[in-house]
């Protein structure tokens, strides 16, 4: 596939091949959780949360910018760079808390996509569930994560379909950009949290650990070749902030139509709470029909086979540096043997996890909230490193990168701080 500064030189043509941790960070994003929190988020409270899409775009771009230029200017991960100023009980916990969420999303994504393998084919669950976690586990080992990705990537399109559903049905798009422009804060446990798991499920702490590790890898390999240091940092920096923004701005756009799909065909047919793959899968039966449930089940299968690569190697990246372990998803099995360990363990962790039955989209929105809650103590962390006077020094951000960034950790802990305020209040 080549680094960004191999694929610019052979040309024009070649420019769209620029793009490559960003745009598979954003399609990551958009995993099994990501769709069942957007479509219980449409189906819940209709349009009043589509503003959460235009809110997050530009705060976790800033925020997987600034992990990308880490991992490129340094040529190491993010878990390396936090251990440089973070002390070590601090940093030790704040990997927990990313494996620990990691494990939980991965068991969330392998349950989806068994139970929609069971829609559409019948049969055992737990039997797909296994079979999807022994298959990922397998092309993870065995097939270098660029040239997996490079196929997967095309089945994250199937995502389109929600917006095409959204032109197809009625929909009050007055209504849709009033609510997208102008944010609605309603004091109401149930609304709060879901605002917190769309945070949690878009800015996600698994991702900054991703894409620094990705660019870590990219830097080294044009270092060897001579062309990273001609490139200079100004290069890498709009390289990296191109390839992030085109990334999540599909991310982003694809929630949004998933939020607006939802609202306009389940919420507005009586269907408020999203409790089975089946009920989030009506929502594409307007443009989908008979095949309403088979191209469900390619994007939740698309994603999830995506993502669980993704959350399994964010956590051992992390690991692998806190110990001072060599690993790559780009590497053979016997040169990195610790952390395609680390690997096994998060994605056998996940269907273990994904065995005890509990209900997938349930779990799907519970990883998203959990994600939510990880991230804060994470980008806090991350954010304090940055805004350091080593920190100002070594990577000389410019500032409007630092405030977007601070204001991402502002809002969730502000979304955390009001959900907790108000679940003591309801249960008082």
Not at 32 to 58: E, N
Not at 323 to 349: D, K, Q
């Amino acid at each position: 596939m080549g680094t960004r500064e191999e694929q610019r030189s052979k040309g024009p043509t070649n420019v769209l091949r620029v793009l490559g941790p960003g745009l598979i960070t954003g399609a990551a994003d958009d995993d099994p959780s990501g769709i069942a929190t957007y479509s219980q988020a449409g189906a819940q409270f209709g349009y009043a949360l589509c503003w959460t899409m235009l809110v997050t775009l530009p705060l976790m771009a800033a925020i997987q910018i600034i992990s990308g230029n880490i991992g490129w200017q340094t040529r190491r991960g993010l878990a390396h760079n936090l251990a440089q100023r973070v002390p070590a009980v601090v940093l030790y916990g704040l990997i927990a808390l990313l494996v620990i969420a990691n494990t939980i999303n991965i068991a969330a994504d392998l349950a989806a996509m068994a139970e929609v393998v069971r829609l559409v084919f019948g049969g055992p669950t737990l039997a797909y569930a296994g079979a999807f976690g022994l298959g990922c586990l397998t092309a993870e080992v065995f097939v270098p994560y660029h040239r997996y990705a490079g196929y997967l990537k095309f089945l994250t399109l199937v995502l389109l379909v929600y917006v095409a559903t959204a032109f197809s049905v009625e929909v009050p798009w007055r209504r849709v950009i009033a609510a997208t422009l102008v944010p609605a804060l309603l004091p109401d446990r149930s609304y709060l949290l879901t605002i917190l798991a769309v945070f949690g499920t878009t800015i996600s702490p698994y991702l900054f650990f991703w894409q620094a590790s990705q660019e870590a890898e990219e830097s080294v390999l044009s270092y060897r070749n001579a062309l990273g240091p001609a490139a200079g940092i100004d290069r890498s920096f709009a390289d990296i902030s191109a390839d992030t923004w085109v990334g999540m701005l599909f991310s982003n756009v694809i929630g949004f139509f998933i939020i607006v799909t939802t609202a306009a065909t389940l919420n507005a047919h009586g269907i408020v709470q999203v409790e089975t793959a089946s009920q989030a899968a009506e929502a594409l039966r307007p443009v989908a029909g008979e095949m309403t449930f088979v191209l469900f089940a390619a994007g939740i299968i698309g994603t999830g086979l995506l993502a669980v690569p993704v959350l399994a190697g964010s956590a051992a990246y992390a690991v692998a540096e806190l110990f001072g372990l060599r690993g790559s998803l780009e590497l053979p099995a016997n040169r990195a043997l610790g952390f395609y360990g680390i690997v096994g363990a998060a994605t056998l962790g996940g269907v273990a996890l994904a065995a005890t039955r509990i209900d997938a989209i349930a779990m799907l929105f519970w990883s998203a909230v959990i994600n939510g809650l990880v991230a804060v103590p994470i980008l806090i962390a991350l954010m304090l490193v940055i805004s350091s006077k080593s920190g100002r020094e070594t990577f000389a951000f410019p500032r409007w990168l630092i405030a977007l960034g601070w204001l991402a950790s502002t809002i969730l802990v502000a979304a955390v701080g009001l959900f907790l305020f108000f679940s003591l209040k309801q249960s008082v």
